[in-house]
């Protein structure tokens, strides 16, 4: 269960985020991130007297949810949220300001008489995953899918429900992963863990979904878990929860994605994004940028936009490379991977057989040495400290049959 920490209310508000390759330089986390990033956040300038939550990206515009309402008095109000009910709008990335510019209506022919909820597109951008509720029960969103006509701007056709809708549940906040394979979701379906679970279903080359399935323990909890966001290259998952210990309402957490459905324990994105009301729907706009949205310092349950900067925290892994007599092995090709088979760096051993690369908190690397007389060698590290000043030492001993082990 989720407790409440009134620390620092004063510093909730937040930032554009930029997952920078340089290491931060005379920066301090607070207590509560332990992330493994650096956050910047200002609040953006576009928000309005009405509901403001980012959804995703499209041709390089923002598109958001709102309850901002169309013409002099819109389409009437929601019983629960005492908001207008909500559509979807659309905002350019970056003006002259270096801020979003007015949004305007993102597309009148997804746009019905009750909510419209969050969306999320293939990679292509000719697909998109769309929620909506109806009047008569504004809480319970249906997932749907539709195909943007060829050589149209935002004609969207052959509108399709997801065969796990049911009026029995809601099924929320989608997202599609960056590679296409996986939509992500929330759903209250009955065989959660309890409230709203996060689920992910295979995408088929159709554009059809699979099965979902439930991420699990180390991700859901007995109370609501909302919003995923992966990162552009999968191996982390951002999401929304009020059961995970945090500051208060929802806090956005980080895990991370080792594959085949193994997820590190959540880490809160500490007290510069996340504050003691309910901040949810992390965005990445590209490598460099997002957003979020908070009701902090707001009456009920309006929400405004927030863009943040994010700065990686690197550290130190070092070590000496030996034979199995203890003896130093000069001239070895030592390589260190990421966890999806990406090499990251390469580098040969002097006469102190010694190397070193930079790492990144909470993430699974495999070192690999090759060397001629030898087989090759790999042996897993797994980094799990934020510490900025962190240095890991790993000595390693390769036989020549290719064992590479810890000394």
């Known amino acids: 269960m989720k407790t409440t920490s009134y620390v620092l209310l004063s510093a909730l508000l937040f930032c554009t985020y930029t997952f920078d390759k340089t290491d931060p330089s005379n920066s301090k986390i607070d207590d509560f991130n332990d992330s493994g990033y650096i956050f910047n956040v200002n609040v953006t300038k576009i928000n309005s007297q009405y509901s403001d939550i980012p959804s995703a990206v499209f041709r390089d ?69 769309y929620t909506k509720s109806k009047r008569k029960n504004s809480e319970n969103y249906q997932m749907y899918l539709a195909t943007l006509e060829k050589d149209s701007y935002g004609n969207w056709v052959n509108h399709t429900p997801l065969n796990f809708n049911s009026d029995e549940h809601s099924v929320e906040t989608p997202h599609v992963s960056y590679d296409g394979q996986y939509l992500y979701f929330s759903s209250n379906m009955e065989g959660g863990l309890g409230g709203f679970d996060i689920y992910k279903a295979k995408i088929n080359s159709n554009g059809s979904v699979g099965a979902p399935v439930n991420l699990g323990p180390t991700i859901n909890t007995e109370m609501d878990e909302k919003y995923p966001h992966t990162s552009l290259d999968g191996g982390e998952l951002f999401f929304s929860s009020n059961g ?18 193994e997820y590190a324990i959540p880490r809160n994105l500490g007290i510069i994004v996340n504050s003691i009301r309910d901040d949810i729907a992390f965005t990445l706009i590209n490598d460099d940028n997002g957003v979020f ?12 936009m927030y863009k943040f900067n994010a700065r990686a925290i690197y550290q130190n892994l070092e070590g ?71 240095a890991y030492k790993e000595d390693l001993e390769l036989s020549p049959d290719g064992t590479l082990s810890k000394k």
């Open 61 to 129: 515009k923002l598109v958001i949810v709102s309850s901002k309402k169309i013409g002099a008095i819109g389409s009437g109000k929601d019983k629960v949220t005492n908001l207008p009910y909500t559509n979807l709008f659309c905002t350019d990335i970056s003006n002259n300001n270096g801020d979003f510019s007015v949004p305007i209506l993102f597309s009148r022919i997804l746009n019905s008489r009750g909510n419209e909820g969050q969306v999320s597109f293939s990679p292509d951008q000719h697909t998109i995953y």
């Open 293 to 304: 949205a908070s009701n902090a310092g707001n009456v009920g349950l309006r929400f405004n």
């Open 320 to 390: 000496i490379i030996f034979k199995e007599n203890d003896e130093i092995l000069a001239d070895i090709t030592v390589s260190l991977y990421d966890n999806n088979g990406n090499e990251l760096e390469r580098q040969v051993t002097g006469k102190d057989g010694t190397y070193r690369f930079k790492v990144r908190p909470f993430v699974s690397y495999q070192i690999k040495t090759s060397k001629e007389g030898y087989e090759d060698g790999v042996i897993i590290f797994q980094s799990k400290d934020t510490n900025l000043n962190l």
């Open 244 to 261: 995970h210990e945090g500051q208060g309402g929802f806090d956005i957490f980080i895990s991370n994605d080792y594959g085949n459905m």
